[in-house]
């Protein structure tokens, strides 16, 4: 369903030959027919940003967006001038496929960093899904599987306002996943009716609890970019709040979802810091427990190992979260195995079948809460990591 | 050799019966018999840091080290009141055996945190060694070899010094290896004539440029410790420059030695950042791209993956370091594979058959330069963390 659910929108994923897999769809267009064209986009911080981020962060400055033409198969990363101007080519055929101005174009690519793309073919797919255009349950599924690379499913999402307007989404990402834009390309539609600036200001909140606070490799990449487009064809004027709390649920269940597929993982890992002085504390707690390697391992090994818990809290700065290590406490799943800084339940009562493993971290200095979430590290992510040329 | 190659100290490694291996050595006695009994040391910053740290950071600032006793099996971290009497208990054992103030003996534990140690076995392995005390070359070895954990070989290092006084030491480190001291127990020996303060300037000096910049996996531990001891017993002064340039290049080869046995690596990554504004700068690049799991993936694989050095270097703040990503360059084992930010030389070119990987970036906005190193991640780093205990 994804991007079509919203009216007002068409979709198309077709085979461009731009992947190396034969055969796979490697080419997205989801196109804004309005009335409104209104569209907001939040991107990458790396300073190595790639030549489509470079065009796309201009294409939303106006808050017009028309359209977003996205590519797996290829980052356009550290390419030069060169990549650039493909990127722009690429805008410009788009706009004169639907005559539009090629600045009200979005343009995404993932893939393999510091390769040209093959830019005849994705010219040529451009074509090609624009002739396919549709706003139909397959065409934006279709899209979905477009913007695929180690992904192991596309991932959707749908959601209806109380007065009947729709929001629909896709998101890419698997690896290279890092607070701070987890590396993933997300396009989120909506036939409210909300002004660009609304938009902007609900994507980048929601984007903020969202995909800010997933990590699967510490690892932040050249072309995280997410789209959110507004076609106002519902001629529904949302709530406000329900609307930033929807775009927020929007992207919480996709970044769920990118954790849920995270490279080679076994379990989902939940961390909730609870008891810090504010919420930058507990982020920065969160953060540092799911940036762990050797956690990450022992999860990996159904081993609730809260050594490696606490000494992950341990290497934040007093100054950054003040606690008292005497007074933490950690729970996995529901079992209490560190209590006042010391062993608590053996870790042997923690039942680790689950796929989610929650952990729960009481720091006892204030009332400030964060989640964050993060996956195991197994055998599987090193074998896709050392064999994938991304 | 290691600790017993300066003249006036003794040492033993004996099998207590803390370790899980059954036979393994894993208590090690180093005693300093003087005229001298100078002593210095360097810990862990984190703030869960094990009761042997707690005694043993206590025990250096008055400068006086009559020994050290270190055990693996167990960290003795995250155990209370309780840990902190097992520490002090074991250092006044081993004041009574030698006759000395249980304030001068600094114990050192490393294994699993969050579990008390035997301490019966523990106070019994203590007298065992003190009767196997002795200043020979196998004396030295048993040490080195009692206080490895997935060690998979001992460290041990020995320099002579111009007018010949001597420095030895006996390192231990594997895995939970960070910047900010890699994980580990190391104590180094010295029979030079050389004040406590100048020991203390000349280590932390040392651990700077050395212990400090080496990453197996990002993980700081709750129980490293440096510990640099003098017994003064070849009557000779050092030049006070020379010395530190021993002691720096004594840890420098130990902190070497734990690259080159990094869990499950199958290759040293040496990354110097070249052409930064400040040293500063070069180290936060350095290390961005050393703690890159990516990359560490790919060079077990043996692409050299630039795209992943440049997104890691990426990350790095501008005001922490100042430089223009168009005008940045990779080299890998010699190769250019990035020139100005764009693609170099292909990266087939490449030869990745050598253990030791070295990458070269310039960034090209200053005359300063670091060096860090790392270790590839592997199958068997996963294998080794998600089933041994530690």
Known sequence: MSVTFAKGFTAAGVVAGISATAGKKDLALVVNNGPLKAGAGVFTTN???????????????????????LNSGGANACTGVEGYEQSVKTAETVGELLGCDAHDVAVCSTGLIGELLPLDNVLAGAREAYAALDDTVSSGEDASQAIMTTDTKPKTVTRLGSNGFRI?????????????????????????????????????????????????DGCMSTNDTVILMASGASGIEPDPDEFNGIVANCCAALARQIIGDGEGSSHDIKITVNGATDE??????????????LLKCAISGNDPNWGRIVSSLGTVPVDVAPYDPDQVTVDVNGVRVCDGGKPGHDRSEVDMTPREIDIVI????????????????????????????S
Chains 1, 2 share one sequence.
């Open 47 to 69: 300073r190595f940003c790639a030549a489509p981020v470079q065009w796309s962060r201009d294409v939303v400055k106006d808050g017009t967006v028309d359209a977003v033409i």
């Open 362 to 389: 009481d720091l006892n200095s204030g009332d400030a809460t964060a989640t964050v979430w993060t996956d195991d590290l197994t055998h599987e992510y090193v074998h896709i990591n050392a064999d994938y040329e």
């Open 280 to 293: 930058d504390a507990a982020l920065a707690c969160g953060r540092a427990v799911a940036a762990s390697n």
């Open 168 to 216: 629909g989404g896709m998101v890419k990402g698997s690896g290279m996943i890092a607070p701070q834009l987890a590396t993933m390309l997300c396009v989120i539609t909506t036939d409210a009716v909300v002004s660009a600036q609304q938009l902007q200001a609900a994507l980048s909140a929601a984007v903020d609890t969202s995909f800010n606070r997933i990590d699967v």
